[in-house]
């Protein structure tokens, strides 16, 4: 499974989304994603990807697009 499948599979596990957003499209000014989705994302994606996300790397800014996701994800690995 590629980094963007994995990510995809962890937003539609905590959204009630039907499609898939583009990769450079706002999850949380699409309304996929909001401040009470994030703290399941992040723990979506450290499952999903084996990595530690901490506590203070939790803002949307972050986890905005798929994009800003995967290379965050690149930055984590452990």
Known sequence: MSK???ILKVIHAV??????PTPDES????GTLDSFTLPDLVTGLEKEFNVTIPDSDLVPERF???T??????DTRKN
């Open 27 to 30: 999850l949380f000014d699409s």
């Open 64 to 66: 905005d697009t798929i």
């Open 15 to 20: 959204s009630e989304l039907s499609g898939d």
């Open 68 to 73: 800003k996701i995967e290379a965050y994800l």
């Open 4 to 6: 963007q499948a994995g």
